[in-house]
């Protein structure tokens, strides 16, 4: 009933900029906190950027300065600006949301994810 589909990833050299787009659809209530994570060859996914539903941020140590975060809830879509980039933060990047919806007259509140970008940083 809800899916989050990701978008805007690709190749970039390193200093370069990107911008990473996660769209909710369905029937969907209530968009609660949104984030972005990450996950390189071999290692653990792990989180880079969180935003609750009131536009309150969260950041990993290694992206603080120079990644942002944002929603637009009217939109149901969550954006990561990288700037800066670095070699280190190729991985394929998962969208991520807690999400109120409707189904056969219930409301439920589940985690979803979306099916991931490559973002790749050329040194």
């Known amino acids: 009933q809800v899916q989050l589909v990701e978008s805007g990833g690709g190749l970039v050299q390193a200093g370069g900029s990107l911008r990473v787009s996660c769209a909710a659809s369905g029937s969907i209530i209530k968009i609660n906190a949104m984030g972005w994570y990450r996950q390189a060859p071999g290692k653990q996914r792990e989180l880079v950027a969180r935003?609750?539903?009131?536009?309150?941020?969260d950041y990993a140590d290694s992206v603080k300065g120079r990644f942002t975060i944002s929603r637009d809830n009217a939109k149901k879509t969550v954006y990561l600006q990288m700037n800066s980039l670095k070699p280190e933060d190729t991985a394929v990047y998962y969208c991520?949301?807690?999400?109120?919806?409707?189904?056969?007259?219930?409301?439920?509140?589940?985690?979803?994810w979306g099916q991931g970008t490559q973002v790749t940083v050329s040194s």
């Open positions: 991520n949301a807690g999400v109120t919806y409707y189904n056969n007259g219930l409301l439920y509140t589940d985690d979803y």
């Open positions: 935003i609750t539903s009131s536009g309150s941020t």
